[in-house]
């Protein structure tokens, strides 16, 4: 997902989740809901995928089509641990040296089918997983968890994920 400018202060809004392990977390994650920004706006189908950097870090690559220009558009980033590798709270980047704020602060930590994101501030939010669509439960229980922290979960756009036959 996107990064905005910023310092690496953490958001203090939400707790990242703890016992994180990035191996799980790594491979492909379908994006079903986000608050609109101009990175994403008018892509459907969007995806990120997460990959181990030789460094450590994450290789992070975004993708998503867009019908207006009949096109797939695609980012790639690099993302690293803030806190140690035990705590969700990452910096990401996609512009060189500017790095935002990337935090799970909801997980099925059981599974890893399902996380809930925040970027720098209450403008970034998204619901990934590990599938094109999840059920009304974890819909629900991402948009209380994002609405209890000061998000305007009235605003979500929900993510259209079609089958990928425009490759």
């Known amino acids: 997902m996107g990064a905005k400018f910023l310092s690496e202060a953490q958001v203090n809004y939400?707790?990242?989740?703890?016992?994180?392990?990035?191996?799980?977390?790594l491979g492909k994650w379908y994006e079903i809901a986000r608050l609109d920004h101009s990175f994403?706006?008018?892509l459907t189908q969007v995806s990120a995928?997460?990959?181990?950097?030789?460094?450590?870090?994450?290789k992070v690559i975004n993708r998503g089509y867009s019908a207006a220009k009949q096109e797939w558009k695609e980012a790639e980033g690099k993302?690293?641990?803030?806190?140690?590798?035990?705590?969700?709270?990452l910096k990401v980047s996609f512009f060189g040296p500017f790095y935002g704020s990337?935090?799970?602060?909801?997980?099925?930590?059981?599974?890893?089918q399902y996380a809930?994101?925040?970027?720098?501030?209450?403008?970034?939010l998204w619901l990934l997983a590990r599938t094109p669509t999840v059920s009304p439960e974890v819909i629900k229980q991402f948009v209380d968890m994002a609405s209890a922290r000061g998000f305007d979960t009235d605003s979500l756009i929900y993510v259209e994920q079609q089958a990928e036959a425009k490759q």
């Open 14 to 25: 939400v707790e990242p989740v703890k016992d994180f392990k990035l191996d799980r977390y």
């Open 116 to 124: 809930f994101i925040s970027g720098p501030d209450t403008d970034y």
């Open 40 to 42: 994403e706006r008018g």
């Open 79 to 89: 993302a690293y641990f803030v806190n140690g590798e035990n705590e969700a709270y």
């Open 49 to 58: 995928e997460y990959s181990l950097k030789p460094d450590g870090g994450v």
């Open 102 to 112: 990337y935090v799970v602060f909801g997980l099925d930590q059981q599974n890893y």
